[in-house]
């Protein structure tokens, strides 16, 4: 018996349940489990190694060495092979799990930033070749970074094969979309489904003339959505996932994982299918290749979040992206309150152990303000306003404002809007260097560092947005290309500074001080056992609402992280917290009650 026989004997009562409860299709079934198979059969001897040794450590991925980063390939070398001989910045930096923007063949220009794919099949010939892809996750494997890439599950490229045939009236491939003959039910499903972007998409149908359908489009009309009632498409998009994990691809993205089932009447998000269809796909992966995490790309309300972790018995992704936590900490800094981002923490803190976050400050995508407003009405704190001084805050046209940044997606009906702009320039450091104000740039530097040391210490795997360690600033160029100047996005979405990166040897520098001050803290975090996957972490009442207070505890040790979201002087009293610590940061021995924190000062205090 193979690993593979065993595995699926384990899972295969489940899957096959599942499977007839969504499709009911027995000669389906069996060519979905053939072409497990198959994938497993074509698996490398190294990747099933890694398999093995994944089903032992089953918290790898959680581990406090973990160090992420995302970028762009074309933007940070150019193509695959350019990467990977960049592959020895990126071990400097202690980067084990690389998330690469997508990069399988898309249409250009018009394929929102990767995520319109043409062919799941084959890489992007501008960026390289399924060889190159393959090369570059084995030297990555050897330096131990996990490979993350994007898999596209909701949406095509109407560019796609698929789409093309269905264009040409071929109805087994009409079938694989969601498509009508009249506007009516359309018509009727956008009562309730809301605008992804209502600004620039309006609408979750588009009429195609070629095939006189009406064809749901969630995001852009060059993005057909997929008929997952159709057991051809779940089966040949869970052929397209394991080939990308034969290629040694060890995490998988799950774009817009929500929006995957649709209902009329209903939001068409959410639904239970979409939990049936994870579920499977986690007891698929679990069977041919558990050397792969899911990760679901999930940016809805954090009560929305816990259901895509599944259950402890019956878990669905591994890991969420923390989008919330992300909003609420800029949120955080530009009113110096914490008391949003600690409810917000709390919240995450509650839910079960099996469930894991990335944390993030920035990524290729804009912030959106969506806090939480129930709790804002509670302290005084109107949605709205609030909103629309976070985002001109972060523009930089709010009195006082260090930030420099650009709207997102403005709704002038309801005043909503999102914010770009690299981590740098909205904490203030570009500001200061355009006005050649050293103090301004020291207080933005404070201001990264600190914020960066805020969301490495919570709970879950920290992410970098590559040029962060840097320093990189906002690109104003793409106001001049005609085929970026309508996505503020592409502020941040720039190309890498490899002269700026040149400096982080230099001493005083922006990029030397970034560059430093993030090593510490992901030395701390590696060599400290309060950052293991067992630890307890809580938030703590710092009795002071401008000051952070998280605590990482194990049976051996305790670890209060302390963060002043402010720029003047905070003093904060944590009951219970009496006794010896020594900063990690400073090495300054005292007790954290009654500790005073300088403006955006952060410590990591280890109880002695």
């Not at 489940?14 to 499977?19: D, G, N, Q, S, T």
């Not at 009562?191 to 588009?206: L, R, Y």
């Not at 259901?307 to 992300?326: D, R, V, W």
């Not at 402010?566 to 020594?582: I, N, R, S, Y």
Request: net charge negative; glycine share 8%; with cysteine.
């Amino acid at each position: 018996m193979t690993n593979f026989d065993r595995r699926l004997a384990a899972r295969r009562d489940e899957l096959e349940r599942l499977y007839g409860e969504l499709y009911g299709d027995g000669a389906m079934l069996e060519a979905l489990e053939k072409a497990m198979g198959e994938a497993y059969a074509a698996r490398s001897v190294a990747l099933k190694r890694l398999d093995t040794a994944r089903e032992r450590d089953a918290d790898w991925y959680r581990r406090g060495n973990m160090l992420g980063m995302t970028m762009y390939t074309d933007l940070f070398a150019g193509d695959l092979p350019g990467l990977e001989g960049k592959l020895d910045y990126l071990a400097e930096q202690g980067v084990s799990y690389l998330h690469l923007m997508p990069l399988l063949k898309m249409p250009h220009p018009d394929n929102d930033g990767g995520y319109a794919v043409e062919d799941f099949s084959q890489v992007d010939p501008a960026l390289g070749t399924n060889e190159d892809l393959a090369r570059l996750t084995a030297a990555m494997r050897r330096r131990g970074m996990s490979l993350c890439l994007d898999f596209v599950m909701n949406h095509t490229a109407d560019t796609h094969a698929w789409a093309m045939l269905a264009k040409e009236g071929r109805q087994e491939y009409i079938d694989r979309y969601i498509c009508f003959d009249t506007p009516d039910i359309p018509r009727q499903m956008e009562k309730t489904i809301p605008d992804v972007f209502p600004a620039t998409a309006p609408g979750s149908f588009i009429y195609v003339p070629e095939m006189g359908k009406y064809v749901c489009s969630s995001f852009h009309p060059y993005q057909w959505d997929l008929n997952y009632r159709n057991p051809a498409v779940f089966n040949d998009m869970v052929s397209a996932m394991l080939a990308l994990a034969n290629l040694g691809v060890e995490v998988l993205r799950v774009d817009a994982t929500p929006y995957l089932w649709k209902e009329m009447g209903t939001t068409c998000r959410n639904l239970p299918q979409v939990h049936t269809i994870m579920r499977m796909v986690r007891l698929i992966t679990e069977c041919v290749c558990p050397g792969v995490i899911l990760k679901g790309e999930v940016v809805m309300a954090p009560k929305e979040l816990a259901p895509y972790f599944g259950t402890a018995e019956k878990p669905e992704c591994h890991i969420l992206y923390n989008s919330s936590t992300m909003c609420t900490q800029w949120s955080a800094l530009a009113s110096g309150d914490i008391r949003q981002l600690k409810h917000q923490l709390d919240d995450l803190h509650s839910l079960p152990r099996h469930c894991a976050f990335v944390n993030y400050l920035r990524c290729h995508d804009d912030i959106g303000w969506g806090l939480n407003e129930a709790f804002g009405q509670s302290i005084d704190q109107d949605a709205l306003l609030h909103k629309i001084y976070l985002y001109e805050f972060y523009e930089g046209s709010f009195p006082g404002s260090w930030a420099r940044g650009e709207r997102y997606n403005y709704d002038p009906v309801t005043k909503d809007a999102r914010t770009c702009g690299t981590t740098a320039s909205l904490c203030g450091i570009e500001k200061g260097l355009a006005e050649g104000d050293p103090v301004q740039v020291d207080m933005g530097v404070r201001r990264d560092l600190m914020m960066h040391a805020a969301m490495m210490t919570m709970a879950g795997l920290p992410m970098l947005s590559s040029g962060d360690e840097i320093g990189q600033l906002n690109g104003y160029d793409y106001h001049d290309d005609p085929d970026r100047r309508e996505d503020s996005r592409n502020l941040h979405r720039t190309a890498f500074n490899w002269a700026s990166a040149a400096k982080r040897t230099e001493p005083g520098t922006v990029q030397q001080r970034l560059w430093d001050g993030l090593r510490q803290l992901e030395r701390i975090r590696a060599e400290e056992g309060c950052f293991g996957p067992d630890a307890w972490v809580t938030t703590w009442d710092s009795h002071n609402d401008h000051v952070l207070a998280l605590v990482r505890m194990t049976e051996e040790e305790t670890l209060v992280g302390l963060f002043n979201f402010t720029g003047q002087d905070q003093t904060v009293w944590l009951d219970g917290m009496e006794g010896p610590f020594t900063d990690l940061i400073s090495g300054m021995e005292g007790p954290c009650i009654g500790r005073t924190l300088a403006p955006w000062q952060y410590c990591l205090c280890r109880k002695d």
